[in-house]
């Protein structure tokens, strides 16, 4: 069997139409299949290839990793230096009160982590997050989440969550005295690229302070420079109690944290001891990895040039096929009418060598988020193909 039969016969699917790419190679903002295509990815594996495949310094770190040691013991017993440095480097990116990094392996895994610690801290039983939100696929992580049909087969899932809307200033009035946390993307990503005002994320930490309730920021999707801050809460000017992070976070490497003031993670010591562990959590050589990232953003001044290159996407993508663009940074969503016209637009954009995808619960918009290594030249060769692609499906 060649590699795609076995990939169908053998590996676990999670749909009946798989994208099927094959990839020999990535490099920059380039993806190379195994019969001498060459894609431009428009998505970065969805939000993660921040600072584009195989970064050298990245690479370099890993190398350097992996001459020392690999797995040596499960989280939180031994010192291994690439957590250590790899913590502080994250909490010298925040302000002072979010001093305390747990290193996980994911996304949901983190959101995993940060509920427990609300819970556990606050004694509360309650947790509030949004319509159409997206937070992982383990149980936890899916009872916060916002859609139905992707949570009705899974029932029962965790008690006591209840859903606001998303950027509904009067729905913050049910965050009560019973409410441990609640748990919100600063910018909505599988909902279709939604950004909530600076207006509501005030009124939001205003209720959770009133209340005593922790405010979770789930930045998986856009932290670690996406919407042109380090932080995507940086645009608002509050600041979360507890802050999950993953995908970008490893520049392609796979590694999570939820990060917290020390006197709050340190409940986790006591009544049970050991409240949250993990074998694998700040893998030695993606703690390296992510320390590189860290590292390429702040000194290639890439997070600077977010807003220019978003602007750039955004004067180029014209069509009257498009309906509208949204967008925070280099997190964007095209809008077109629906998904019947937007699909074979991406189907064909593929075919002329350009990668996108649509949303989990917004698939009417077509999902554009690049490395933010990608050139201004390289934006323009994107933007070009995409707009033949929406030409050639229909023609003006
Ligand atoms: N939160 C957000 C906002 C996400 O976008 C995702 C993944 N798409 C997750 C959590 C879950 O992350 P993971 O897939 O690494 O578990």
Known sequence: MNNR???????????????????????????????????????????????????????DAIHR??????????????????????????????????????????GSEAIEGALKLAKRYTGRPKLISCVDAYHGSSHGSLSVGGNEIFKQAYRPLLPGVSHIRYGEISDLEIIDKQTAAILIETVQGEGGIRVASKEYFHALRKRCDDTGTLLILDEVQCGFGRTGKFWAFEHHGIIPDILVCAKGMGGGMPIGAFIANKEVMGVFKNNPILGHITTFGGHPVSS????????????ENLIEEVEAKAELFKALLVHPKIKSIRNKGLLMAVEFESFDVLKP?????????????????????MR?????TISVEQIHEACEVILASIEKVFPS
């Open 345 to 365: 637009i991406i189907d064909t954009a593929i075919e002329m060598g350009v990668i996108t995808d649509w949303f989990l619960f917004c698939d009417d918009s």
């Open 288 to 299: 390296a990895a992510s320390l590189a990232t860290i590292k390429i953003l702040l000194e």
């Open 5 to 59: 039969q076995l990939f169908l016969q053998h590996l676990a699917q999670t749909t009946d139409f798989p994208l099927m790419i094959e990839v020999e190679k990535a490099e920059g903002i380039y993806l190379y299949g195994a019969n001498g295509e060459k894609y431009i990815d428009l998505i970065s594996g969805i939000g993660v290839s921040n600072v584009g495949h195989r970064h050298p310094q990245v690479l």
């Open 65 to 106: 990793q992996l001459d020392k040691y690999l797995h040596l013991m499960v989280y939180g017993e031994y010192v291994q230096s690439p957590q250590s440095l790899l913590a502080k480097a994250l909490t010298d990116t925040l302000p002072e009160i979010l001093d305390n990094v747990y290193l996980v392996n994911s």
């Open 368 to 372: 554009i988020a690049p490395p933010l």
